[in-house]
């Protein structure tokens, strides 16, 4: 089951073109594409799909085929609908060609070879970009910068260290702004933007003003005093701001491959950790509009939306950047039906804007849930509240601008149903269903028989864990084995999105409980950052109180093969906790990249996280000061802190290494040996050191065993290695504890 459920294409994004309503022709037809990522396991790969679909004034919907996009690594509109633009990179057996690709209404007419122009195109969604400019006569994009031959003649140049974005991003380091121009005769003249007037940021997120081809936007992170660049995945708190750029006019001389310097600007405070610049206009008014956080601290806390008024594009009130549009209490929460603050995705949605209001999605509380923020005093109205009892997780995935927008929305029974919400007035939106999965019969029946719920446990302010089971087990009287998955982090967040991982599992047998411990977003600031100094002792507590309340409840129920547990990364240092303190209570173990031994730090793309989550000043807030382009704040803060021995033993009292002598449970440990996170040393070490303290001792059901896969980073999350995880631990968990 895992299998086909793991094939169903997950959307990822939308396009309107020729799109009709407010601001367009309202007798046109809307038209969208739809971009896809599916999972193909006879072929091993991630596969790219597109589908378009055809919205009439009487909501007749036509849609066509899926099709790959395999050579596309990205693709954007034009604000007209008319022009596309299109990076592309073929590969075959001489290498990867690179292409950037112009078409107008449906021809191709421009098509330019980078191959020798720069490395990889950049698509990620911490760096990456695909901007017009307001004119529809450039692009801006982002891609590795290639060495110049001057310095290819340092003959130590290969071997010095250069240090790259970390987890999920190895090999980019030289991320590079490049434009593309083009005249009315599709002569098109190709760009570099220098960046030597901030030697130490590198540069990412670029997008147009919407008043100027002259000027770009975009989010710079900085290297920190030790020459790091702190691992930017699932962190928002590094050292990072947003910057303004204005382009030389020699740039409209048609000169090819030609290196721009640029004056360069930042705009946000040293403070804060800002992150994806969008721009938009309303009412002969132009904005810009980011997300940020606290710099350092945990590594996701509540974000604050910003809006800046650029117009003026000369005299930026630089100033205003510190205040947010939508900021946050650091109040306790007392009840989580109230707006917790903004906790949401990396960067706000491609395309946010429905006419002055901005749509995001965002954790709140079990759910991830559409929010409408008003640009103009940032009021926030929850779009999809959950009136219905359904527990769906909604994404923003695009919008027209002006009054549609397209969701996904899913649960653990529905994967992925597509919506087309359009606006009636600011506060009224008509719905309807683009597209929902076309699943089997006995796959569809499947998962109607999964029912999910959100059980608050009593005693423990505003945790709760997410519970996922088989219909049939409420209806039977029946107690199933019920696993517990504390999420990472700490400051992940479970939610009721639909995970065919999970979902294959509970079709097993089993019930699911996922505990939103403290320290997970979308239950206030005071929630999140309770957690911190107290990893290893707060969040093992909760989750060993969710688990005996489902007992207390007779959901679950104790006994051998009644009570297993799994989890990775922080979830895996839960899991091992949970393992050491309470052996008596689980029956079997799965720990996917966990974090056993904390004052392990060799090999970590996050080292203050090591420090800073365990209550350690691990400073890492920006030495550039708002509206200075070259020097650093002569306020230096304090260096990071090495490693003392101090701090390794009370970091070491706090780690599962500590109750290594308790564990008696079959384990099962999934290392990735491309781990950028979380050193392979930890879960390798904790193999050897059960192994020894299990020899002999095989009758009592006590063994280990260790699967190590060979390019998997933090996640494990290749196609191939992704379905060996599930099986390895569905086949874990039905037999190991029998032995016992």
């Known amino acids: 089951m895992y299998t086909q459920l793991a094939e169903i294409p997950i959307p990822t994004g939308v396009q309107f073109t020729g799109n009709g309503g407010p601001g367009n022709d309202a007798q046109k037809p809307i038209t969208i ?18 589908r378009s679909f055809v919205i009439s004034g009487s909501n007749s919907i036509t849609s066509t085929t899926l099709q790959d996009t395999p050579d596309v690594v990205a693709q954007i509109a034009s604000d007209s609908g008319k022009k596309r633009a299109v990076l592309r990179a073929v590969k075959s057996d001489k290498g990867t060609a690179r292409y950037v690709e112009l078409w107008v209404d449906g021809y191709l007419q421009v098509s330019l070879d980078v191959t020798d122009q720069h490395g990889d195109f950049y698509a990620d969604e911490f760096l990456g970009s695909l901007s017009f400019a307001p004119s529809e006569s450039a692009l801006v994009y982002v891609a590795e910068r290639k060495v110049p031959d001057e310095e290819n003649k340092d003959p130590f140049r290969k071997f010095k260290f250069d240090p790259d974005f970390g987890e999920g991003l190895t090999g980019k380091r030289r991320s590079r702004i490049f434009i593309l121009r083009w005249d009315t005769s599709a002569k098109a003249s190709l760009f570099q933007l220098s960046t030597d007037g901030a030697p130490d940021v590198r540069f990412g997120q670029p997008v147009f003003s919407p008043d100027s081809d002259d000027v770009i936007y975009a989010t710079g ?16 708190n590094r050292p990072s701001g947003i910057w303004q750029f204005r382009l030389p006019a020699e740039m409209r001389s048609g000169e090819d491959d030609k ?18 610049p969008r721009t938009f206009t309303r009412d002969g008014k132009s904005s810009l509009v980011w997300f940020s956080a606290a710099s350092g601290g945990a590594h996701l806390a509540t974000s604050n939306l910003h809006l800046l008024d650029i117009s003026s594009s000369t005299n930026l009130d630089i100033l205003s950047a510190d205040k947010p549009l939508v900021g946050f209490s650091d109040k306790p929460l007392p009840d989580i039906k109230l707006f917790p603050g903004l906790y949401p995705a990396y960067n706000l949605p491609t395309s946010p804007f429905i006419d002055s209001s901005i749509l995001v999605h965002s954790h709140w509380g079990p759910r991830t849930t559409v929010l409408r923020i008003s640009s103009k005093d940032g009021a926030v109205t929850d779009l999809t509240p959950d009136a219905d009892g359904s527990l769906f997780s909604w994404t923003v995935l695009g919008t027209d601008g002006h009054s549609n927008v397209v969701y996904s929305r899913s649960s653990p029974s529905i994967p992925y149903e597509l919506m087309l919400g359009t606006f009636v007035n600011s506060d009224e939106v008509a719905w309807i269903s683009l597209e929902k999965p076309k699943l089997p019969e006995y796959i569809s029946s499947a998962l109607s028989s999964i029912q999910t719920s959100v059980m608050p446990i009593p005693g423990q302010h505003l945790v709760e864990t997410i519970l996922i089971q088989p ?3 409420k209806s039977d009287g029946e107690v199933l084995p019920c696993i517990t998955s504390p999420h990472g982090g700490p400051h992940g967040a479970s939610s009721t999105a639909f995970s065919a991982y999970l979902t294959a599992l509970v079709l097993e047998g089993y019930t699911i409980s996922l505990p939103n411990y403290t320290g997970s977003p979308g239950y206030g600031e005071a929630f999140l950052q309770g957690l911190i100094g107290r990893c290893g002792e707060l969040d093992v507590e909760e989750c060993i109180a969710s688990a005996r309340h489902l007992v207390k409840l007779g959901i679950s129920e104790e006994g051998p093969g009644k009570q297993l547990v799994m989890g990775g990364s922080h979830g895996g240092f839960l899991t091992a906790h949970l393992i050491g303190k ?36 691990y400073p890492v807030s920006s030495s550039l000061r708002p509206g200075i382009d070259t020097s650093p704040s002569p306020n230096v803060s304090t260096p990071p802190p090495l490693m003392s021995l101090e701090i390794f033993e009370r970091l070491q009292a706090a780690s599962p290494t500590a109750y290594i002598d308790s564990v008696r449970v079959p384990v099962l440990l999934l290392i990735g040996k491309s781990d950028r996170r979380v050193a392979t040393s930890h879960g390798i070490a904790y193999y050897h050191a059960l192994k020894v303290r299990y020899t002999g001792k095989e009758k009592e059901g006590r063994k280990v065993e260790l699967l190590a896969f060979d390019g998997e980073g933090h996640p494990i999350d290749g196609v191939e290695a992704a379905k060996v995880v599930f099986e390895a631990t569905r086949d874990w968990l039905a037999g190991s504890w029998k032995i016992l």
């Open 33 to 50: 594409q739809v971009s896809y990522s599916a999972r193909d396991h006879v072929r091993n790969t991630k596969r790219t799909l597109a």
């Open 221 to 236: 992170y900085e290297f920190t005093q030790d020459g790091r660049i702190l691992g930017i995945k699932g962190c928002f």
């Open 259 to 276: 290196m721009l310097t640029a004056s360069c600007k930042k705009l946000t405070p040293p403070h804060l950790s800002c992150r994806s």
């Open 471 to 473: 219909a049939k087990a």
């Open 582 to 617: 309470y052996p008596d209570f689980f029956s079997a173990a799965v720990l996917r990249n966990p974090v056993i031994s904390v004052g392990e730090i060799s090999s970590t793309d996050i080292p203050d996280w090591y420090f800073s989550e365990f209550g350690v000043s």
